[in-house]
């Protein structure tokens, strides 16, 4: 099989010919339909995530059919289209995973870093980490992102509790489908984009945001809560001094530059940070069910596997409006 592989932090995706693969017990082999191209791919091409796998396929927002199914699977069979997130497997024996946080294991697997992804024409996943995609998530090309950009998200919107407000600062891929979410939920969203990217403040109006400003400027009313995609440490005393008294500041991303000091009075008044880490299967489960009820729409711009040292640069670029996803030249 075709797959783009790193094999080392800083280098350029290679295509390489892999040996078809059988799943172990427990996995399924998945052909891969379509594959989405998140930050966190970027965080791991360029090193800043420590003790990835070496060489290693990324990719974590796949989308596919199954084709064989390892020995004790239940509940899905050939021809079953499935989603494969980021969250690849857990101990399911640690304290974490013992008390319902499977997102903080201490030994969990994940995709496209420690285990190969999904820019790839196959897929090994555990099955267990798996969740079906009914007809109502849309094609391959949209459902894609729900996969990452949408589980993180919901996690995030959830972790900043139930906002009348809410900023979202670095409009792309997972702030779009939660302002989505948001506006369906009844809540009032604030865009905060680079400064001077008209294009990124427009697509953030037509996703439902009533006000977007840079990220550079104040709102014109106190939030209730803030969510950072955008990995700007800097950004993290820059939302403190948007969200009201009582406010909380979900930072998103799994790598975020250095946060720089701040004074105590802009956290003081139960002000709150807070970080989000990974996802857990309920939230899979929960978001995925309510995806279709909204309905989440993604924009999605479609590229060949082949291409995906292209796909990385624009979206290093920031010149994408929604997702990026990855395509096998032989998917439908």
Same mark, same amino acid.
């Given at each position: 099989m075709l797959a783009m592989q790193l $094999?080392? #932090?800083? *280098?350029?995706?290679? #295509?390489?010919?892999?040996p078809d693969r059988a799943p172990s017990p427990g996995e399924l082999l998945v052909r891969v339909r379509a594959c989405g191209v998140c930050r966190t791919d970027l965080h791991v091409v360029? /090193? *800043? !995530?420590?003790?990835?796998?070496?060489?290693? &396929?990324?990719?974590?927002?796949?989308?596919?059919?199954?084709?064989?199914?390892?020995?004790?699977?239940?509940g899905f069979g050939p021809g079953a289209r499935v989603?494969?997130?980021?969250?690849?497997?857990? +101990?399911?024996?640690?304290?974490?995973?013992?008390?319902?946080?499977?997102?903080? +294991? &201490?030994?969990?697997?994940?995709? /496209?870093?420690? $285990?190969?992804?999904?820019?790839?024409?196959?897929?090994?996943?555990?099955?267990?980490? +798996?969740f079906p995609l009914p007809d109502a998530q849309g094609g391959d090309e949209a459902a894609a992102p729900l996969l990452c950009a949408g589980l993180i998200g919901y996690r995030c919107l959830r972790a900043?509790?139930? #906002?009348?407000?809410?900023?979202?600062?670095?409009?792309?891929?997972a702030a779009?489908?939660?302002?989505?979410?948001?506006?369906?939920?009844?809540?009032? %969203?604030f865009a905060f984009t680079r400064p001077g990217d008209a294009r990124a403040a427009r697509f953030a109006q037509e996703c439902g945001a009533e006000w977007v400003g840079g990220s550079d400027e104040a709102p014109?009313?106190?939030?209730?809560?803030?969510?950072?995609?955008?990995p700007v440490g800097?950004? %993290?005393?820059?939302?403190?001094?948007?969200?009201?008294?009582?406010?909380? &500041?979900?930072?998103?991303g799994i790598h975020m530059s250095e946060v720089p000091?701040?004074?105590?009075?802009? !956290?003081?008044?139960?002000? &709150? %940070?807070?970080?989000?880490?990974?996802?857990?299967?309920?939230?899979?489960?929960?978001?995925l069910a309510l995806a279709p009820r909204v309905p989440i729409r993604t924009r999605t711009r479609r590229l060949p596997l082949s291409q995906a040292n292209e796909a990385l640069a624009i979206l290093r670029a920031g010149e994408v409006d929604g997702a990026l996803v990855l395509a096998p030249e032989s998917a439908p």
């Amino acid at each position: 099989m075709l797959a783009m592989q790193l $094999r080392a #932090p800083g *280098e350029a995706l290679r #295509p390489v010919t892999l040996p078809d693969r059988a799943p172990s017990p427990g996995e399924l082999l998945v052909r891969v339909r379509a594959c989405g191209v998140c930050r966190t791919d970027l965080h791991v091409v360029d /090193g *800043e !995530l420590p003790h990835a796998k070496s060489p290693i &396929v990324p990719g974590h927002e796949i989308v596919g059919v199954v084709e064989r199914v390892g020995e004790g699977v239940e509940g899905f069979g050939p021809g079953a289209r499935v989603g494969i997130p980021w969250l690849g497997s857990t +101990c399911g024996r640690c304290r974490y995973c013992l008390r319902g946080d499977e997102n903080l +294991c &201490v030994a969990p697997q994940f995709t /496209g870093y420690t $285990r190969d992804g999904g820019y790839a024409e196959q897929a090994l996943a555990d099955a267990r980490y +798996c969740f079906p995609l009914p007809d109502a998530q849309g094609g391959d090309e949209a459902a894609a992102p729900l996969l990452c950009a949408g589980l993180i998200g919901y996690r995030c919107l959830r972790a900043a509790g139930d #906002p009348a407000r809410l900023g979202l600062y670095g409009f792309g891929a997972a702030a779009h489908i939660v302002a989505q979410l948001a506006r369906f939920e009844g809540r009032r %969203v604030f865009a905060f984009t680079r400064p001077g990217d008209a294009r990124a403040a427009r697509f953030a109006q037509e996703c439902g945001a009533e006000w977007v400003g840079g990220s550079d400027e104040a709102p014109p009313e106190p939030l209730d809560a803030a969510i950072l995609f955008a990995p700007v440490g800097a950004l %993290v005393p820059a939302a403190l001094r948007a969200v009201d008294k009582g406010g909380t &500041v979900v930072c998103g991303g799994i790598h975020m530059s250095e946060v720089p000091a701040f004074p105590y009075h802009i !956290l003081w008044e139960e002000r &709150v %940070v807070r970080s989000v880490a990974n996802l857990t299967r309920r939230d899979a489960r929960e978001f995925l069910a309510l995806a279709p009820r909204v309905p989440i729409r993604t924009r999605t711009r479609r590229l060949p596997l082949s291409q995906a040292n292209e796909a990385l640069a624009i979206l290093r670029a920031g010149e994408v409006d929604g997702a990026l996803v990855l395509a096998p030249e032989s998917a439908p």
